[in-house]
């Protein structure tokens, strides 16, 4: 429940701030992909300014987005290295506690020899 009171204030105010940058910018701007020539570009867009801008912005998010994920690629190798070492350990303890490394197959009982005694109290 705290957590969508926090949302909603933190994401009204934003919306209203977009709505209103929307609003005020509403005039048609045109961009160019041509270097070399300013006044007839090979290749151009006209849009609003604040499409111009929410796409911009979402490029951004995703291109940075992108840079995280493939900056944490080691961290991700390094867990799934982790986890199956971990299996494979586990399957060790299994084997050596003498317990079936299915669970459900039978329990065996363990010799005699290697049977522990209560503690002396």
């Known amino acids: 429940m705290l957590r969508r009171i926090l949302a909603a204030i933190v994401l009204v105010p934003l919306a209203v701030v977009i709505i209103a940058f929307a609003l005020a910018n509403r005039q048609p701007v045109r961009v160019s992909f041509d270097p070399f020539s300013a006044s007839e570009p090979a290749a151009s867009v006209t849009l609003p300014l604040f499409a111009l801008m929410i796409v911009l912005l979402i490029i951004g998010v995703i291109v940075g987005g992108a840079a995280s994920w493939i900056r944490q690629g080691r961290w991700r190798g390094a867990a799934r290295r982790f986890e199956r070492d971990l299996a494979k350990l586990r399957e060790k303890v299994r084997a050596l506690e003498g317990a ?21 109290r």
Request: charged share 35%; hydrophobic share 25%.
């Open 100 to 120: 079936p490394a299915d669970p459900t197959a039978p329990q065996r009982e363990p010799p005699r020899r290697l049977r522990l005694r209560p503690p002396a």
